[in-house]
């Protein structure tokens, strides 16, 4: 084993005396290994960011930091909306998107959005350019915080700390997963104290997406300044360019790139502000015995022109547990119409509102209007309707003729149940999920022994029976069901055995009871 | 069968069989039967008091799990650790090693539950292992210690609590890599208060992937170090030549060994067992495979508790499903005996191992997946069946077997193939060899410029920061020309879109799986497949054998890795048969070496199944075959080559097939020579021989770790991989060979152009090692043994190097005196 020790030392050696010309010639083959043809500018241009963009370096204890800062009056028209729309703003429907919090006034609310070099997160990605927007007096003004180079990141962060700190409520987009996490780890890189902690945190994508969503095919920012504030931007750079231009200036230390990426920046966050008064607008609107406390939404136009964000509000409302009005907002949006998927799905919404809400019959009401649609819904009509009948009505004849019509529906197509579709996608073959069948096979034994039966624990002889009128039903075996042997659970045997039979024998059933007689005739509880 | 249960405990079962293994090959043919026993006797417990330092709810629950002292390397492994040392372990399978790291890490948690701790395990199933045995303390500990695995199984959810909360977190290095280091400020209490780091299994990272290892421990202590914390690492190695050095250039900090086993041994006998020859004429001997049947019979009827090592999956079922059908009329029955290997479902691996530990299991057949320090306790015999390609690895599998107080014995069934036929002939080279050394090499610039991005993604590299001992400022320089760094005044930053870490896997393997689906009833996955050995095993038609039942493969859904099959009860399986070929795509240098050349490049290695085998059961015939059409693996690479030009070949004085044996044997010297000078592994790099045109038809032969095929066997061996001789035996017009060592890795690992620049190192030390080597004819330490190279190969292959080395120039740079 000498000469493996021997050739170790020498490769150590070896290792130790790779000198620079062998370090050159091992990069140069990596050079060309990886074929690096782009040239990458290297000469530095002194013309600083001062040249370009309108702000100065100033100084806190961490060091230099560049800022620019610009003020847009409140008379000026933004879109649909004037800028001082964001200072004169109702703000408080938006707590419904909040859960426990509350939105601080105009006056102490910020916006945030920052520029990165990626998306990709993790302690290697970095926001280069931190923009707030606020109201200030007659203003609307957005403070850019820009990062020259790497060394003024301190001075930068402890610079927006102290910019954060007159305001009690942020609001930002898509900053829940994204920016805020990231300012957090630039802090925590800096080994400074995040300001975030003690701020009121709205993210406005959400709840963007949940009210536009059915109208609009993207709930990109850009897009929805577009289509909801009616904005069109001009000159912009796309967000996917930014890193590179950063890079370059980074680079050459040429800023003439620079300037889009503050524009674009600037209109992100007074688009942020605007949406957030267009959001509480349409909320404030939807609501229906009229928003107390508001007079300003009525100016704007009053009533939600949308019966999709009608029918998206409701849902809002839902969540937020303002169930009085999701039932309202739904029953309006379905009044000015929607087209037949989405109407179908508030009908559905509907009904599950005044289930949940105790009222049985508008609810019965509309799953009959259901069990007419295509067949999916139906399904679910029909066997909420069997339910219902079973359970509310106590008329199982009615449950047990919904429950063949939902059979019959079944039986019209041999496709598996719809529910179960999904399964399918994860690489299950067809024909291994329980059918509608099998499903509805199930509530029916339940209904066929009685829900009495069921909700008074004697569920052996529940599923015995099931079982014996499943056997009748598919074979029809008389001799079967003869064999059902009831086996009372000593618990609950005696007088509770006595309830059940009296009420099967009260109301007897045409099909079932007659079973449900074989049965105790065969087994006559004891102490009859 | 009641007797021999009541044989075992008497603890003369082991030695009974042996005696029947003996005594029944007594009269066998020549050169068959057992050619060496080594005795190995038993050893005494050296025991230690519990330390004064121990914690008292530690020594609580020590003595309510029975146990009144520490063994020595407990007891020391514990004093060193308080001192602050770093520590590598290295004591036998079922030693108590992982006493050595948990008794200090918990007594540290008890004293101070704000300290961390961060577990490092090759695998995740040795991480779920180890969370087992740790939730037996913690259960009894209270709320100061909080034990998770955070690894890709750990749900979103759960992430966060970890993060925070967890004082022991155990991970692997992949984890480590991608998922922990890029995100250390969610991490911040962790390494805020970073104590120790446990690296088990430390030989495990050899190669390409320990210097993978050693630069993610650069980035860890870097981290570290940017929270004030100052790690210490403990790490536990199986048995290798040089684990002390190993361990000290992958923490890169000194390290003091551990290595006096103070836990007790019953005497053990190592048993070399050559399968008897059935057809002189060709030298034929008897299937390995039915001989391991055969010889495990011996013990497990005698109610031993047996392991049986394989090596490669399908030797493994077929194994299993033997020995079931000798159990099936047996008093236990089929289901003492399990399979187990990777691809089985971890909750039912997990059951083997606690069936296994607690005696349910009889026998297991299992692949090198047990060789691993998964806790099954101690087993009275290990049969190896073919020899695993590695010394450290056979003692490794040998070590399974072991019991404190009886007998126990290990037994290894040779193949066929050259090197088993040349270990078991030549039993004084195989005691009296050390195991292998495993190497490392950090600073390989390629992998080292990985993870410099990687640790310049996670922090600023500082101007006076070390990473490795390359030049730090000339390789930022170089990652700032391409665009990756930025030069501020106060370091090197990351200025790229990308997520560095996602690009750069630790090992060669994809982690892309085949879920193997059973449509017999109700679908249900009952297995997966690594994706490099998933067309060799599940493709269409094929046989797919799993704790010795038979699936017959219907569909192979390649692009949603799924493979569907259904329970059959079948005669035969199958083996796959597999092509491969290399291809030169660019040369980026070349230069003369004496009358050959030397170049390195670009390569594309393409391997196929083009078909398969159907093999009898128990005969080994084969009953049929078929053809397959499956996608090419392809995979580029870099590859350092020598060409042997046809002039020169043919002066020697030698046969067509001499010529060739010789190049195959300086192949196999040149790739160990090679190993040793980039210090790689074997299974880093590929050798073979192609011949010398744009495109190289040629089958690959050996590679490196895998022993070629034996013929009658040959089933079980691989896939179909070492056809090298016969490959070459058609090229014989104008024979003008190509030996390729290329990096087993997609896009290369940097192996190829240190390589070339060290070729003159390369062939002279080759010389040296054939030159100096004692053998007569060829052995596995040098040309490989006889069986593979032919009895001139030695021979043939110095004659080729004396022709280039002793024409190249005479400053050689690694001129060795031996």
Redesign the interface.
């Known amino acids: 084993m000498n000469l493996e020790e021997k050739l170790r030392q020498l490769q150590h050696a070896a290792a130790k005396s790779v000198n620079d010309r062998e370090l050159e010639r091992q990069l140069e083959y990596l050079r060309r290994r990886e074929r690096v043809e782009r040239a990458l500018p290297a000469k530095r241009v002194p013309r600083g960011v001062e040249a370009y963009i309108e702000g100065e370096v100033a100084t806190n204890e961490r060091g230099d930091y560049f800022h620019a800062r610009q003020a847009l009056p409140f008379g000026r028209p933004y879109g649909k909306l004037r800028i001082g729309d964001v200072a004169l703003a109702d703000f408080s429907p938006l707590d419904l998107f909040l859960k426990e919090s509350r939105l601080p006034g105009p006056s102490e609310l910020v916006y945030l959005d920052t520029e990165t070099t990626g998306l990709m997160g993790g302690t290697g990605t970095c926001a280069f350019l931190i923009g707030l927007g606020a109201a200030e007096g007659s203003q609307f003004v957005v403070r850019q915080f820009f990062l020259r180079d790497y060394p003024e990141e301190k001075a930068m962060l402890a610079a927006l700390t102290e910019a954060l700190t007159p305001y009690k409520g942020i609001i930002t987009f898509n900053g829940r997963t994204f920016d805020l996490p990231l300012l957090e780890t630039r802090y925590a890189l800096a080994r400074m104290k995040s300001p975030f902690e003690r701020l009121i945190h709205l993210d406005l994508l959400h709840p963007a997406r949940r009210l536009w969503k059915l109208r609009l095919e993207s709930c990109q920012l850009t897009h929805l300044e577009q289509q909801v504030l009616g904005v069109r931007r001009q000159g912009d750079v796309t967000g996917a360019e930014l890193p590179g231009i950063y890079f370059d200036y980074l680079r050459t230390g040429n800023a003439s790139g620079l300037q889009p990426v503050f524009y674009h920046n600037s209109l992100d966050i007074i688009t942020l502000a605007a949406l957030s008064v267009e959001l509480a607008r349409v909320v404030s609107n939807g609501w229906s015995d009229g928003w107390t406390g508001d007079d300003e939404s009525e100016e704007n136009g009053g009533a939600v022109d949308s019966s999709l964000d009608l029918f998206s509000l409701s849902r809002i409302f839902e969540r937020a547990g303002v169930r009085g009005q999701a039932v309202s907002t739904c029953r309006r949006a379905l009044k000015m119409g929607l087209p037949e998927p989405v109407e179908v799905r508030a009908l559905l919404h509907l009904s599950y509102q005044h289930k949940r809400q105790r009222e049985y019959e508008p609810a019965a009401a509309i799953w009959t209007e259901l069990a007419g649609r295509e067949r999916e819904v139906a399904l679910t009509a029909l066997e909420e309707l069997a339910i219902y009948h079973e359970h509310r009505r106590r008329d199982p004849h009615a449950a047990l003729e919904f429950v063949e019509m939902a059979l019959r529906q079944v039986d019209k197509s041999s496709s598996p149940y719809p529910r179960f579709a999904h399964r399918r996608d994860q690489g299950v073959p067809a024909g291994w999920e329980p059918g509608i069948r099998g499903h509805l096979e199930e509530s029916l034994e339940n209904l066929g022994a009685g829900g009495a039966v069921v909700e008074r624990h004697l569920d052996v002889q529940a599923q015995t029976i099931g079982a014996a009128q499943r056997r009748e039903r598919r074979y029809g075996d008389e001799a079967a069901r003869l064999q059902v042997e009831v086996r009372t659970r000593p618990d609950v045997a005696g007088q509770e055995v006595g309830d059940v039979t009296r009420e099967i024998r009260r109301e007897p059933r045409p099909r079932f009871a007659n079973l449900a007689s074989a049965l105790l005739t065969q087994h006559p509880p004891q102490h009859l | 069968m009641e007797s021999s249960l009541v044989a075992k405990k008497e603890g003369i079962g082991v030695l009974g069989a042996l005696e029947e293994i003996r005594e029944r090959f007594k009269g066998s043919p020549l050169r068959g039967g057992v050619t060496a026993v080594k005795h190995l006797p038993a050893r005494e417990a050296r025991l230690e008091p519990f330390p004064t330092a121990l914690a008292p709810p530690l020594v609580e629950i020590l003595r309510q799990r029975g146990i009144e002292s520490l063994y020595s390397h407990q007891a020391c492994a514990f004093e060193l650790a308080r001192e602050g040392k770093n520590l590598v372990v290295v004591t036998p399978t079922a030693s108590g090693k992982t006493f050595c790291y948990n008794l200090p890490i918990l007594n540290t948690l008890v004293e101070n539950p704000e300290a961390r701790a961060l577990y490092l395990f090759p695998t995740k199933a040795l991480a779920q292992d180890q969370l087992a045995e740790l939730n037996r303390w913690t259960a009894r500990l209270g709320d100061e210690v909080r034990t998770f695995t955070y690894d890709g199984d750990t749900p979103q959810d759960a992430r966060r609590a970890i993060r925070s909360r967890a004082n022991l977190v155990m991970t692997n290095p992949d984890m480590l890599h991608t998922g922990i280091l ?5 991490w ?1 209490r962790l390494f805020e208060n970073l104590r120790y780091v446990v690296i088990d299994e430390l030989h495990t990272y050899r190669g390409v992937f320990g210097s993978h290892l050693a630069n993610v421990l650069r980035r860890l202590k870097r981290i570290a170090r940017f929270y004030g914390a100052r790690p210490q690492f403990i790490t536990t190695s199986a048995t290798i ?1 040089n684990p002390e050095d190993l361990a000290r250039r992958i923490i890169e900090d000194e390290v003091t060994l551990v290595d006096e086993n103070g836990a007790p041994s019953g005497e053990k006998f190592f048993v070399l067992y050559n399968p008897p020859v059935v057809n002189p004429q060709l030298g034929i001997r008897r299937s390995y495979l039915n001989e391991t049947r055969r010889i495990s019979r011996t013990f497990l009827d005698r109610g031993l508790e047996t392991i049986i090592f394989a090596n490669s999956r399908l030797a493994t079922e077929i194994l299993v499903t033997y020995l079931k059908e000798d159990f099936a009329r047996a008093p236990f029955g089929p289901d003492v005996i399990r399979g187990y290997r990777g691809g089985y479902l971890p909750l039912e691996r997990r059951e083997i191992e606690r069936d296994l530990r607690e005696g349910r299991l009889l026998g297991v057949v299992a692949t090198n997946a047990l060789e691993l320090g998964i806790d099954v306790g101690g087993l009275d015999v290990a049969v190896l069946a073919a020899y695993p390609g590695s010394i450290a690895s056979t003692w490794q599998r040998a070590g399974r077997a072991g019991r404190r107080q009886t007998t126990s014995a290990a037994m290894l069934v040779a193949s066929s193939a050259p090197v088993d036929q040349f270990m078991v002939e030549n039993p004084d080279y195989f005691f009296g060899r ?1 195991p292998e ?1 495993a ?1 490392v ?1 950090p ?1 390989n ?2 992998i080292l ?1 990985n993870h410099l991005k990687c640790a ?5 590299l500082g101007e006076d920061e070390t990473f490795g ?3 730090l400022t ?1 390789l930022c320089g ?1 990652l700032e ?3 990756f760094l ?1 030069r ?3 370091g090197w ?8 870490a996602d690009g750069i896997s630790l090992r060669s393997v994809s982690s892309d799986n085949f879920v193997i ?1 059973d ?1 017999t009833a ?2 249900r996955v009952i297995g997966e497949v690594d994706f490099s050995s998933a067309l060799p095993t599940v493709h269409e038609k094929a046989i797919y054998l799993q704790d010795g039942r038979q699936y017959h493969v219907e569909r192979l ?1 390649y692009d ?1 890795r ?1 493979a569907y099959v259904h329970a059959v009860e079948s005669e035969y399986f199958t083996d796959a048969i597999s092509y491969t070929k290399i291809k030169m795509l660019e040369t ?2 070349a230069a003369p070496a004496g009358p050959a050349v030397k170049s390195h490049g ?1 390569v594309q290695v393409n391997t196929q199944v083009v078909g398969f085998k159907k093999i009898k059961f128990g005969t080994m015939e084969n009953v049929g075959a078929g053809e397959l059409a499956l996608p090419e693996q392809e995979m580029h690479t ?1 590859a350092y080559w020598v060409t042997l030009p046809h002039a020169m070949l043919h002066g020697l004085a030698y046969s067509n097939i001499q010529r060739q044996d010789g190049v195959r044997g300086l192949a196999n010297a040149m790739q160990a ?1 090679a190993t ?4 790689c592994d074997a299974r880093d790099l590929g050798v073979s021989v192609g011949e010398n045109r744009a495109t190289n038809e040629s089958p690959i032969a050996a590679d490196g770790d895998h022993a070629p095929l034996p013929p009658g066997g040959g089933a079980a061996g691989g896939e179909g991989r070492a056809r090298s001789i016969n490959g070459l035996v058609s090229l014989v017009v104008a024979f003008e060979p190509n030996i390729y060592l290329y990096d087993k890795y997609p896009g ?1 690992v940097g192996l190829s ?2 390589l070339y ?2 070729s003159e ?1 390369v062939l002279e ?1 080759t010389r ?2 054939i030159e ?1 080597c004692p053998c007569v004819a060829g052995c596995p330490s040098c040309v490989g043994p006889v069986g593979e190279v032919g009895e001139k190969g030695k021979e043939v292959a110095l004659a080729i190097l004396s022709c280039i080395v002793g024409v190249g120039s005479g400053n050689d ?2 001129d ?1 005196s ?1």
């Open positions: 890029p995100h250390h400020t969610k911040e030549a050390s050394h190497y090499n600073d610039l390629q410029l310049a993604f996670e922090l600023p001992s390359l030049d000339r170089h020309e391409v665009g930025h501020s005044a106060d930053h990351w200025v790229s879109e990308s997520y560095p689906v449509n109700q679908p859904d949603d799924k980026f240098d670009e870099t020579i040793l000078l980039v210090m290369g152009e240190p620049r060290l190192s030390n040296k090692l100096r740079p690694g060795v031996f």
